[in-house]
């Protein structure tokens, strides 16, 4: 299984933007997914989940800013981000668990079996 993020780049706060995570060797409709993120000096922070059967979680300070999807014809993952602020500065992730998880481990890194590279997403006010 390989994750390639793309996407990243220099948004001005309250600007858009679309990260993406091209996925081969698995499909995205068959795994949960996620997006994580990781600020200088910060820990690797959840960002957003989606599961094989649709259902998304958030972290709170993104929910209604920022929204989770896939493209199951194109095997990519998507991360829309709106409103953003300066403190969505942070190298994004995507992450794919190839079984199942249980709700209190979704927002667990350490659970995630595959990561892509990361893409810079850097906000400024």
């Known amino acids: 299984v390989q994750l390639q993020a793309s996407g990243g780049g220099l948004v001005q706060a309250g600007g858009s933007l679309r990260v993406s995570c091209a996925a081969s060797g698995r499909a995205v409709s068959s795994t949960t997914m996620a997006w994580f993120r990781q600020a200088p000096g910060k820990e690797r922070e959840f960002v957003a989940a989606?599961?094989?059967?649709?259902?998304?979680s958030y972290l709170d300070s993104v929910r209604g800013r920022f929204t989770i999807s896939r493209d199951n014809a194109k095997n990519t993952l998507y991360l829309q981000m709106t409103s953003m602020w300066p403190e969505d500065t942070a190298l994004y992730y995507c992450?794919?668990?190839?079984?199942?998880?249980?709700?209190?481990?979704?927002?667990?890194?350490?659970?995630?079996?595959?990561w892509g590279q990361g893409t810079q997403v850097t906000v400024s006010s």
């Open positions: 992450s794919l668990k190839e079984s199942y998880i249980i709700s209190s481990n979704l927002r667990n890194p350490s659970v995630y079996d595959y």
């Open positions: 989606i599961r094989s059967g649709g259902s998304t």
